[in-house]
């Protein structure tokens, strides 16, 4: 495939005229985004320690908080025209971005990785169902080199090609037709009433569940940019996405929780696959884990991007180069534990975003004016407290939650640092 996106270089911004993207393109990509097996798993974290009324709500509240601040960081992108790591030069230096875009790239490369672990060990389960458990079709290394090859085939295409040609033609009507099916199934299959009335075990306290559960759309602020700097209008970007992300979210993370409970009360990953693998003889499954190759694609695309920022190589290359370091990762890696790599991930983003809000839409008030300076320490600064604020509070209290405070901390440290160093005077005089 050619990429439309090959002449739009990750430091420079989409000229108004090729930004083409509606809210119909953005709520097919966030929709398709919010929804993949490693969300369903997710939501089966959440499953014995919330039980499913307290996991419900730790979903819907923080899917709706961490929806908002995506989006907002999405209207970052459409005013600017850059890309994520791009724009953070705005808010924190030239050089000042580097640190970020290092962060990106490192975690970037271990979501994709994860992401075509899942795909794997999805297939290699549908193929021991279908044929035998020695068949080819249920070897792990055959499908981490076919997922590894897709992902990285679509992270070539470009966001375009992928959203116009594939998602909005058919891809998100194969996705509803299997959220609905295995709602359906659930319905069906499940005593809801007596799931509701069981209490969870307290192992999890509510804050982590909603830690979690906001991790998930704050897992994408650093990629966001990339995509919405493709929008319209700072309007439409904002609502599809907001929406988009929030249903495909909101309901494949609920599924995860009430098929653990239901069919899955062992809490094992291969307990829920077999649970989903018995649906509709596996093919929402399936069709979820082929979604899987969009979370993967957009993985290794933006990790291109970042290292674009870094090294001002071509995308194309640098993906092609990224999806086969993710592929022969996930050759070697096994599936782990992953909450603590969620919440690492919202403990270093979520405070930056804190201060690139605060910058971008009270500060500079949407201005893509660039401060020409190399570091502003007083977003560095904010950054850190924010960072620090989370770290100390998920130790010591664990129970109030951290991803949300640590994020206000920095943007209201941004703010008054920001008022208290006359921002418009070192943005003049930079």
Known sequence: ????????????????????????????????LGIGLMVLQTGALLAPGLGLSYSLLAIFLGTAVGVLLLAAVGVIGSDTGLSSMAALKLSLGHRGASLPALLNLLQLVGWGSFEIIVMRDAASLLGARAFSEGSLWASPLLWTLIFG??????????????????LRKWGIWLLLAA??????????RADLA??????????????????????????????????????????????????????????????????????????????????????????????ILLDESENA???????????????RLKVEHLALAIGVLCTLIACLAPLAQYQNFLLLIGSVFAPLFGVV???????????????????????????????????????????????????VLAGLLQWLMGRGFSYRRETAQA
């Open 1 to 32: 495939m050619s990429s439309p996106t090959s002449t739009y270089s990750p430091n420079l911004a989409v000229p108004a005229d090729k930004r083409v993207f509606g809210a119909r393109d953005l709520f097919s990509l966030w929709f398709s």
């Open 149 to 166: 090859a897709l992902a990285t085939l679509l992270a070539v295409s470009g966001p375009l090609t992928f959203v116009r040609q594939i």
């Open 179 to 188: 959220c609905l099916w295995l709602t359906w199934n659930l319905f069906v």
């Open 194 to 287: 007596a799931l509701w009335a069981q209490a969870g075990d307290g192992s999890m306290p509510f804050a982590v569940g909603f830690d979690i559960a906001i991790a998930m759309p704050l897992s994408w602020l650093p990629l966001i940019a990339d995509y919405s700097r493709f929008g319209k209008r700072a309007k439409s970007v904002f609502g599809g996405t907001a929406l988009g992300f929030f249903i495909g979210n909101f309901w494949l993370m609920s599924l995860g929780v009430a098929y653990a409970l239901a069919f899955a009360p062992s809490g094992e990953v291969n307990a829920l696959l077999l649970a989903l693998a018995g649906a509709g003889l596996g093919i929402p499954l399936l069709l």
């Open 297 to 311: 694609f957009a993985d290794i695309h933006s990790a291109a991007v970042s290292s674009g920022v870094l090294l």
């Open 357 to 407: 809000l605060v910058d971008h839409f009270i500060l500079r008030r949407r201005s893509g004016q660039n401060p020409a300076s190399a570091m502003r320490w007083t977003a560095l600064l904010a950054w850190l407290g924010g960072v620090s604020t989370y770290h100390l509070l998920a130790n010591l209290y664990p129970d109030v939650g951290a991803t949300l405070p640590s994020l």
